[in-house]
């Protein structure tokens, strides 16, 4: 489970949350809205630990996740922002791949699994057919879908592989 309480952050003299709680289940599909300014992005780089609070804890189940492994917490934890700024001109097979990387060792290259596993989550966000496309000649929904594909990625398998015969 995915924990914040008690949350507060400020961003120099700026109170941007104040005791915030909140409880992510397993598997649980969340939203978090509100005006602009009122701290909503704040909060998800608290819950990835990209940010520590200033008083309060985030926890993932039970352990700072301050304190966890970066490798660890995005085997368990993708973040999608609303947009994404390369600085190489990827390809989409290329990008949905980033999503691999916390399931590999230090220089160790995608086998055909980790193949697999993006160009599945590529169908699951309708880019399957743009894979050999460069990501800065598609629009802004291709772009946006393509991140959650390598988000997807990033967990694993969508379905269970298909028996070789």
Do not use: C
Not at 16 to 44: C, D, F, Q, Y
Not at 58 to 82: E, N
Request: glycine share 10%; net charge positive.
């Amino acid at each position: 489970m995915l924990r914040a309480d008690n949350v507060s952050f400020a961003y120099g003299t700026t109170s941007v949350l104040r005791e915030v709680s909140v409880a992510v289940p397993r598997g649980a599909l969340v939203g978090i809205i509100g005006p602009n300014g009122a701290g909503k992005t704040t909060l998800l780089r608290l819950l990835a630990g990209m940010l520590q609070p200033s008083t309060g804890r985030v926890t993932l189940d039970g352990t700072d996740v301050g304190r966890l492994q970066r490798r660890h917490l995005a085997r368990r934890m993708a973040i999608v922002p609303q947009e994404t700024h390369l600085a190489f001109d990827y390809s989409v097979l290329e990008l949905a791949l980033m999503g691999r990387y916390p399931h590999l060792q230090t220089f160790e290259l995608e086998g055909p699994d980790d193949l697999a596993i993006a160009r599945e989550a590529l169908a699951a966000t309708g880019t399957a057919e743009l894979e050999h496309r460069r990501f800065m000649t598609l629009s802004g929904g291709e772009k946006q879908r393509v991140i959650i594909a390598s988000a997807l990625a990033q967990f694993g398998r969508l379905s269970p592989p298909s028996p070789v015969p």
